[in-house]
């Protein structure tokens, strides 16, 4: 039992020092920082510009559609990380069986990127008017 509490004691004193560090910057956030409010201080910050119109304004589809390509192909780079760690990590890797089977379906896989990346491209996605 004590053994099993030893192991955990790292974690615990993180978790300590964690709450410690928050709790600490918190009052120092409160002791010491700016108390006068100006309307300057009230204003919302948009990436060091001024807000300039209604926020409420409608965006261009373009920047969804680049936000949403960004969403699939990340996700989907995340799909090929590990396959590529446990192709080249030995006798835990990949079964030899297998191995050619599932190079296969990372090939198939990977073709479906560059045919969708193919198809954004012909669709226009990438230009900016």
């Known amino acids: 039992m004590d053994s099993?509490?030893?192991?955990?004691?790292p974690v615990l004193i993180f978790i300590v020092v964690l709450i410690g560090f928050v709790i600490t910057n918190?009052?120092?956030?409160?002791t010491i920082g700016p108390r006068k409010k100006t309307p300057?201080?009230?204003m919302p910050y948009e990436s060091g510009m001024d807000p300039v119109g209604d926020a409420r304004q409608p965006f261009d589809v373009?920047?969804?559609?680049?936000?949403?390509?960004?969403?699939?192909f990340d996700v989907e780079l995340l799909f090929?990380?590990?396959w590529?760690?446990?192709?080249?990590?030995?006798?835990n890797g990949i079964d030899p069986v297998l191995s050619d089977l599932v190079f296969g379906v990372m090939l198939v896989f990977m073709?479906?990127?560059?045919?969708?990346?193919?198809?954004?491209?012909?669709?226009g996605v990438f230009r900016w008017r």
Not at 26 to 30: G, K, N, S
Not at 62 to 72: G, N, S
């Open 26 to 30: 918190l009052i120092l956030a409160h």
């Open 84 to 91: 590529a760690v446990s192709a080249y990590a030995g006798p």
């Open 62 to 72: 373009k920047f969804y559609l680049v936000a949403i390509l960004f969403l699939v």
């Open 40 to 42: 300057v201080k009230q």
């Open 111 to 123: 073709a479906t990127l560059v045919i969708a990346y193919v198809y954004a491209w012909r669709k």
């Open 4 to 9: 099993e509490l030893a192991t955990f004691q």
């Open 80 to 82: 090929l990380y590990p």
